[in-house]
């Protein structure tokens, strides 16, 4: 079931007030560290799944891309990320993940920022990719983690003071549809094990060539006391991969 959470307005607006939304790439936590995992994006066709507002997908274009495809299933997120350009070489596309559709080989580059935790399926999403890219292409992409999506609210555990005591993992080897709470609304997320994502890539042909839990650097923990939080437990996965020939 595709759950269209972003073009929901009162979402659509409270997603446009994070510091993502408001300071792109730089505002994100985890930007110092996808972009490590990312290639060299000259003379690459790019696809991007679930593109939202396509800050990466100016970044690839901006970095030497040919062509850039951003694509999503909300149709506010795309109305924003084109108000963003008017780079010929970027093209949205409100299409969903799960309903993909290119010919074989069409792109040397997927990758996805957040977003693949709103697909129930992600060996099919890996057979399509494999598919879809050029050999030696790269799949690059970040989740929530799973010790994040486990237990399922995306809450701490507070005491009687509401101090945060603990991140509740739980139910680790149930994988599926969890009902969290993001933004203050339900929204739907699907949970997978670490097995799940390193292994649904290793069984379709692709070599890992990258695999990092982010957390904050130096300079953002002096900044900010606020990302002091963000060591208590992994919040995001990064992982990237080259499509090899299959054995
Ligand atoms: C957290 S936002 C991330 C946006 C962007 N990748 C970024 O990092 O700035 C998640 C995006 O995934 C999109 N999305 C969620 N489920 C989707 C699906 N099944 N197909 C396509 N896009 C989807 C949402 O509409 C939203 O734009």
């Known amino acids: 079931m595709k759950e269209n959470k972003y073009d929901d307005p009162s979402f659509f607006e409270a997603y446009g007030n994070m510091t993502r939304s408001r300071k792109g790439l730089d505002g994100a936590g985890e930007w110092h560290a996808l972009k490590q995992l990312l290639p060299n994006f000259k003379g690459k066709r790019v696809l991007d799944l679930g593109c939202g507002y396509g800050w990466h997908c100016r970044y690839a274009a901006e970095n030497g891309a040919v062509s850039v495809v951003g694509i999503d299933l909300s149709t506010k997120m795309l109305e924003k990320a084109q108000s963003f350009t008017t780079d010929h070489r970027i093209h949205y596309q409100n299409t969903a993940i799960e309903d993909l559709e290119f010919s074989p080989e069409r792109f040397d580059v997927v990758l996805s920022s957040l977003a693949i935790h709103y697909l129930a399926d992600f060996d099919g999403l890996v057979k399509k990719i494999y598919q879809l890219l050029s050999l030696r292409g790269v799949f690059v992409f970040s989740v929530e983690h799973p010790v994040f999506t486990a237990y399922g609210s995306q809450d701490w555990i507070y005491d009687s ?55 904050p650097e130096e300079h953002m923990l002096a900044q900010d006391p606020d990302w002091k939080e963000e060591l208590r437990r992994p919040m995001m996965l990064i992982i990237s991969s080259t499509k090899n020939v299959k054995a």
């Open 161 to 215: 003071k509401g101090n945060k005591t603990h991140w509740p993992v739980d139910n680790y080897f149930n994988e599926g549809k969890r009902k969290a709470i993001f933004l203050g609304q339900e929204v739907i997320k699907y949970h997978r094990t670490l097995d799940t994502y390193v292994n649904g890539l290793l069984s379709h042909g692709f070599t890992i060539t990258g695999f990092v839990e982010p957390s």
